[in-house]
Every structure is written in C-alpha cells, then in structure tokens.
C-alpha cells in the first residue's frame, strides 16, 4: 500500500512538471519586452494581457478602439492570428 501511495505521488509530480514547462515559451523565444514593443509599432495599444498558451502568446490589446485577440509566435514575433474579441 505504502508503494502505491508513492507511485501515486511520483507520477502525479511529474505529470505537473510536464505541465508546467509546457506552459513556457521556447528557450529561443524573442523577450517579450520585444515583442510588446512590435506590438506597440504596430498600433495595438493598450495591450491589457498577455499569457503563453498553447505554444504561443495569447495577447488582448485594442487597435483603433477595437479590443482584438492576438496569437504571437514567440520565436518570430509574427502575428499569427489576429480576431475581434468579444
């Protein structure tokens, strides 16, 4: 029983190691400071949040007064997709 509760235990911290690192952007990511600046230039202005996810960054910024919803390759810093958000 003892060695079912630490299989138990090993495998669910690994699980959230996994997890976790799956959540960070690649080792050769551009900053992201670099990637705000783009955006800026590019007149998304504000940007109001920004989170990694799904293997890029998730960005709600408004453009000429409308609130968008980016998806930014963090290796580029290529818009990859770019919609209206609700």
Do not use: H, N
């Not at 968008?68 to 290529?78: Q, T, W, Y």
């Amino acid at each position: 029983m003892k060695t079912l509760i630490i299989a138990a235990l090993f495998s669910s911290m690994l699980f959230l190691q996994t997890s976790i690192a799956a959540e960070m952007p690649p080792q050769d990511a551009k900053p992201l400071s670099e990637i705000v600046l783009t955006l800026e230039k590019q007149e998304y202005s504000p940007i109001v949040e920004i989170e990694f996810e799904e293997g890029k960054w998730e960005v709600k910024a408004y453009k000429e007064g409308v609130k968008r919803k980016l998806g930014v390759d963090p290796i580029s810093g290529k818009i990859v997709s770019d919609r209206k958000d609700d």
